[in-house]
């Protein structure tokens, strides 16, 4: 019951409850702050409630237990509950506040997953075409060698000669054969770029393994480093452009829900470490008992020994 409640409430902070993170928070100072506040008050609320539930839920059992009310197991209920929950749970959600690059821990292998069919699909339509069949081509073979045309016939034959001839001529074609991306490649280097890219992206085979490595933290220097890899119909955009900011935002999305799944994971994990822990104290501890609730317990013992007495002396025996 502690666990499925606890993932229950966890599911409606980070599907409902923390705060959503757009492009226009992420391009202002004053806008991120503000979100960084509510977050922070968002995370704290959350806390909270687990807390509360757990104590909750813990007070009842130590009164199934042990009996009597709720207000007389409180104080055992509280220390049971508050002392770990306080120092493990809460040392947990510090720590990611103050270093979140510890989420990856789980977002590269659980998030990556959840979202990489998506970002896979996303990518490839905003970044580099991964076909470099042209560029191949081109550089096998779509292009002739240079013919040099001089009335000196001693040239030609000093090209098909194996002989090594000393005329500078010949330097061209020496400067040809040194530096023979002046024929494949050609462009420029923000040409030379995307075709780096795209070589690149066709021999991992998947663009989403770059949302790994983009955070909320520097997505807004990543999309600086993609814009000039993306296609040419994007780069041409304005940047306040509806289009180029829709994708922005879906790509967003998938690095927050990515991140939002890493932490989630984190508490997760701390939260059944720490009901493990609980429900063995409570199972191994003792059951105080007040002079009241004693006395309670001997006046009830009387009753059944008085009526065992009654039921006997009018000739009514029990059997087990």
């Not at 180029?244 to 991140?259: E, F, M, S, T, W």
């Not at 932490?263 to 997760?268: G, S, V």
Request: a neutral charge.
């Amino acid at each position: 019951m502690n666990i499925f409640i606890f993932l229950i409430i966890t599911a409606i902070y980070f599907i409902l409850a923390k705060p959503k993170l757009q492009v226009e928070t992420l391009e202002s100072d004053i806008l991120y702050s503000a979100y960084m506040k509510s977050t922070q008050i968002a995370l704290a609320t959350y806390f909270i409630v687990i807390i509360l539930v757990q104590f909750s839920i813990n007070s009842v059992a130590i009164v199934q237990k042990c009996g009597g009310s709720v207000s007389q197991n409180m104080g055992i209920a509280a220390m049971i509950t508050f002392l770990p929950w306080f120092f493990f749970m809460g040392l947990m959600m510090v720590a990611l506040l103050l270093f979140p690059g510890w989420k990856s821990a789980f977002s590269d292998i659980i998030g990556y997953f959840a979202v990489s069919s998506s970002a896979n699909k996303l990518l490839s339509d905003l970044l580099v075409d991964t076909s470099i069949n042209d560029k191949l081509e081109k550089m096998n073979g779509g292009y002739e060698e240079p013919v040099f045309q001089s009335n000196n016939s001693s040239i030609n034959s000093s090209i098909n000669s194996p002989t090594i001839v000393q005329d500078n001529t010949l330097q061209p074609i020496q400067q040809l054969n040194q530096n023979p991306q002046n024929i494949m490649m050609g462009g420029s280097p923000k040409q030379d770029m995307q075709d780096t890219a795209s070589a690149i992206v066709k021999l991992v085979g998947n663009m989403s393994i770059l949302i790994n490595q983009i955070t909320p933290e520097n997505f807004v220097e990543w999309w600086k480093t993609l814009k000039p890899l993306m296609k040419d119909k994007y780069q041409q955009m304005r940047d306040d452009d509806k289009i180029l900011l829709g994708i922005k935002q879906k790509l967003l999305a998938l690095v927050v829900a990515r991140d939002n799944i890493g932490e989630a994971f984190w508490y997760i994990y701390t939260a059944i470490l720490l009901i493990s822990v609980v429900q063995l104290r409570l199972a191994t501890h003792g059951c105080i008992k007040d002079a009241a609730q004693m006395q309670s317990n001997v006046n009830d013992l009387a009753q059944q020994k008085e009526a065992t007495k009654t039921a006997t002396s009018n000739g009514v025996q029990y059997t087990g």
